[in-house]
């Protein structure tokens, strides 16, 4: 098993509609998370941090965290074609006594205009 | 505030050679975390420094080395180049002092093997 999964797509959607973008987990003990967004050719750029169960939202992102059940997803609402990237969940899983940052290998995303 | 550079951005080398890449992290961060990214493998971590101390180290052969300098820039050097070390190899810094904080990436260097 993975320590991060995420399909890795890509996920199409209509302009305006509402994209969710999942990922699961293996470390139970972990505590924060992030959704990095990288266009092609760029590097990824850090879009939220959630660390408490429930709901973040940002703009038009919302970031879903359920610890329980080892899952957090990222809802982009009205998507536009400008969110046509690949998303990377990344967990902070402990490592040797300190803490290190895995990422998932990343959705990609198009809207379709 | 500046964000975090890498040089070189591109690099061409060829198989047994060996190249370092060089990273600056934002002003205050201290620690410095590279990554190597291929499609089919997604970003690998390859090691992370924390106040000249490496502190965490990912499954990569020895011929991956790296250093952090006490104005918390950082070099990773590669010796003995193979051609599947061709990849885009990324620099991230953070404030945190444990290791998992929010990480900020450079541009990142992209190096072909030939």
């Known amino acids: 098993q993975k320590e991060v999964e995420q399909n890795s797509g890509p996920l199409s959607v209509p302009e305006g509609a509402i994209a969710s973008l999942n990922c699961t987990y293996s470390?139970?003990?972990?505590?924060?998370f992030f959704w990095y967004r990288q266009y092609s050719g760029k590097s990824p750029e850090l879009i939220m941090s959630?660390?408490?169960?429930g709901d973040k939202e940002d703009g038009r992102f919302t970031a879903q965290l359920n610890k329980a059940s080892q899952y957090v997803s990222l809802l982009i609402r009205d998507s536009q074609p400008s969110d046509s990237a690949t998303y990377l969940c990344a967990v902070v899983m402990n490592s040797g006594g300190y803490q290190k940052v895995t990422f998932g290998i990343g959705t990609k995303l198009q809207v379709i205009p | 505030k500046a964000g975090v550079t890498q040089t070189p951005r591109y690099l061409i080398k060829t198989r047994g050679q060996q190249v370092t890449l060089s990273c600056s992290p934002i002003?205050?961060?201290?620690?410095v975390s590279w990554y190597q990214q291929t499609p089919g493998q997604g970003l690998q971590f390859l090691f992370e420094y924390f106040s000249e101390t490496q502190r965490n180290k990912g499954n990569f052969p020895g011929r991956f080395s790296g250093r952090q300098f006490s104005n918390s820039r950082s070099e990773m050097n590669v010796s003995t180049l193979e051609l599947g070390d061709s990849a885009l190899y990324l620099c991230?810094?953070?404030?945190?002092?444990?290791?998992?904080?929010?990480?900020?990436f450079g541009p990142g260097t992209r190096l072909t093997v030939t």
């Open positions: 002003s205050g961060h201290r620690s």
């Open positions: 470390d139970r003990g972990s505590q924060s």
């Open positions: 991230a810094s953070s404030r945190s002092g444990t290791g998992g904080g929010e990480q900020y």
């Open positions: 959630i660390y408490s169960n």
